[in-house]
């Protein structure tokens, strides 16, 4: 499910989700603020890291609800202009927390969602890497999510070597592998 090493799924896994106890919990009254015991009861309405979440609902003992970043209103607004909205505020790992939660089945229409405000903002990040004017890359970079910002990073440098190819750099180079031998076939 998580690479283990990798900082941003780290990072993107310990986004807190909603969710609600579905069984009475001894010894985790952290979760609860409201409750001096150390327990939960049934029903009982926390926000958890999703690591945990997703843990505790593998073992039935929580229903996990979207994120604030995914509720209708967001929704409405990636569907009028996906590709001006603030995402970065709402949740850095917008991306991977939603295909992480697509995962568990808890809103299946969260794939169709993800897939819509990817493929508008895939073409803006793409445009403005290749044209942007150096004075309107930082406001436009305040609203990219990590995912995006790999992407318009990549597509900054692509666009930087091809402009140096294209303006006189080396037109062939040697590929690595052709400088090395074959071992004799006995």
């Known amino acids: 499910m998580s690479q283990y090493y990798d ?4 990072i993107a896994e310990d986004e ?3 969710a609600v106890f579905q069984v009475a919990a001894n010894g985790v009254g952290l979760f609860d603020s409201s409750d001096e015991t150390n327990k939960v009861e049934q029903g009982s309405r926390v926000e958890l890291p999703f690591w945990l979440a ?9 229903s996990i609800s979207l994120p604030p970043c995914f509720n209708q ?11 001006h909205v603030d995402l ?3 949740c850095p790992y917008f991306y991977e927390l939603g295909c992480k939660l697509f995962s568990l089945a808890v809103d299946k229409s969260i794939a169709f969602l993800l ?7 895939y073409k803006e990040v793409l445009i403005k890497a290749q044209t942007a004017a150096l004075a309107v890359a930082p406001r436009f970079l305040t609203i990219l999510t990590k995912e995006e910002m790999k992407l318009y990073e990549a ?8 402009k140096k190819w294209r303006m006189g750099g080396p037109r062939f180079q040697k590929a690595s592998v052709l400088g090395r031998k074959r071992r004799p076939s006995d």
């Open 115 to 121: 897939l819509a405000a990817f493929q508008t903002r």
């Open 16 to 18: 807190l989700v909603p």
């Open 155 to 162: 597509a900054q440098s692509s666009m930087v070597a091809f």
């Open 73 to 83: 209103k967001s929704r409405d607004e990636l569907a009028a202009d996906a590709a």
């Open 88 to 90: 970065k505020n709402r």
């Open 54 to 62: 997703c843990e505790l609902h593998l073992r039935q003992a929580v």
């Open 7 to 10: 900082i941003d799924d780290i």
